[in-house]
């Protein structure tokens, strides 16, 4: 099975952008849909972008996602950056019959 | 709305089983497959496995093959995930979701392109001596 590999951390100021990268370790990333999940702290996971670039609705255009082939990464936006963005982010693509998560990116608004 | 309520929080001894409960509302259960996902203490996100809605097929992780178990029970929209021989290192929240994004003729199941949404709450295990 591949790998999704995340950055650990990443913090701006309220207002800027911040960029998630998610690297698939084998295979190509466009070779099956990425997906991005937000998790605050203490709940459950809920999905911000679906099928690379899908915004579910309720979720700000803030968010917007991207597929890089050439880096074989996918990458997760957040423009405006506000404090209740403070989140970990992750992604998850499939194959194979499995899912696989991303290693999970904690996003600081300082 | 489609909701997903897990069962409470459990305390369970190494050696011992769990059973977790997940009750979908708001939807038809049997169009859509339910996965299974735990989260360790601290740690990120790990896909264990799904079971249809509809005919209560399973796909299990290689992880989990023989110590886990996912049923439906279609009458109550629930779905349960069964864990035996349970270690400390399976202490962790575990989540119920839907899965979308893969489905033929009206029933979404797991496959290519599928994504989870919505979540249960979680239901935290605990394994200790």
């Known amino acids: 099975n591949f790998m999704l590999t995340q950055p650990h951390s990443v913090s701006e100021s309220p207002g800027k952008t911040v960029t998630i990268s998610c690297t698939r370790s084998?295979?190509?990333?466009?070779?099956?849909?990425v997906h991005w999940y937000q998790q605050r702290p203490g709940s459950a996971p809920t999905t911000v972008i679906y099928?690379?670039?899908?915004?579910p609705s309720g979720v700000p255009d803030r968010f917007s996602g991207s597929i890089d082939s050439s880096a074989n990464s996918a990458s997760l936006t957040i423009s405006g950056l506000k404090t209740e963005d403070e989140a970990d982010y992750y992604c998850?693509?499939?194959?194979?019959?499995?899912?696989?998560f991303g290693t999970g990116t904690k996003v600081t608004v300082l | 709305q489609v909701q997903l309520v897990q069962s409470g929080a459990e305390v369970k001894k190494p050696g011992a089983s769990v059973k977790v409960s997940c009750k979908a509302s708001?939807?038809?259960?049997?169009?859509?497959?339910m996965a299974w996902v735990r989260q360790a203490p601290g740690q990120g996100l790990e896909w264990m496995g799904w079971?249809?809605?509809?005919?209560?097929?399973?796909n299990y992780a290689q992880k989990f093959q023989g110590r886990v178990t996912m049923t439906t029970d279609t009458s109550t929209s629930t779905v349960y995930m069964e864990m035996r021989s349970l270690r400390s290192d399976d202490t962790a929240i575990y989540y119920c979701?839907?899965?979308?994004?893969?489905?033929?003729?009206?029933?979404?199941?797991?496959?290519?392109?599928?994504?989870?949404?919505?979540w249960g709450q979680g239901s935290l295990v605990t394994v200790s001596s």
């Open positions: 979701a839907r899965l979308k994004g893969y489905c033929i003729g009206g029933f979404c199941y797991g496959g290519s392109g599928n994504w989870f949404d919505p």
């Open positions: 708001g939807y038809t259960f049997t169009t859509y497959a």
């Open positions: 079971i249809s809605g509809d005919n209560g097929n399973t």
């Open positions: 084998s295979g190509s990333i466009a070779s099956d849909y």
């Open positions: 099928e690379d670039n899908k915004r």
């Open positions: 998850q693509s499939y194959e194979s019959s499995n899912d696989v």
